[in-house]
């Protein structure tokens, strides 16, 4: 099962920007479909955005389409969440997620492995 490692999150004002990592191992990088979520406190976690295994095609919630942009990198095993414009609603922990067999599903359950997430705190 690959190993997932989140950074690069942190307290940013309202408007600001920030790039989380996910660092992955131990499993071919390229093999896998990536996938950010976010969970708030209180709520559910819910799907942010997700790219193929070949950086070909991204996908977005509409809450963040214009906002945020997802990347990887299979050279340096990583996937990367550029988020400007940040909101205060967008406050929650972020993790990265895998899946080895749907692009693009924004369905928790269908991710093989998941990281520890890291937490994004946007001061309004």
């Known amino acids: 099962q690959v190993q997932l490692v989140e950074s690069g999150g942190g307290l940013v004002q309202a408007g600001g920007s920030l790039r989380l990592s996910c660092a992955a191992f131990?499993?071919?990088?390229?093999?896998?479909?990536m996938a950010w979520f976010r969970q708030a406190p209180g709520k559910e976690r819910t799907f942010v955005a997700a790219?193929?295994?070949?950086?070909?095609?991204?996908y977005y919630a509409d809450s963040v389409k214009g906002r945020f942009t997802i990347s990887r990198d299979n050279a340096k095993d990583t996937v990367y969440l550029r988020m400007n414009s940040l909101k205060f609603e967008d406050t929650a922990v972020y993790c990265c997620?895998?899946?080895?067999?749907?692009?693009?599903?924004?369905?928790?359950?269908?991710?093989?492995?998941w990281g520890q997430g890291t937490q994004v705190t946007v001061s309004s």
């Open positions: 997620a895998a899946n080895s067999a749907y692009s693009g599903t924004y369905l928790p359950h269908e991710y093989d492995a």
């Open positions: 790219i193929n295994w070949s950086g070909g095609r991204t």
């Open positions: 131990g499993r071919t990088f390229s093999n896998y479909h």
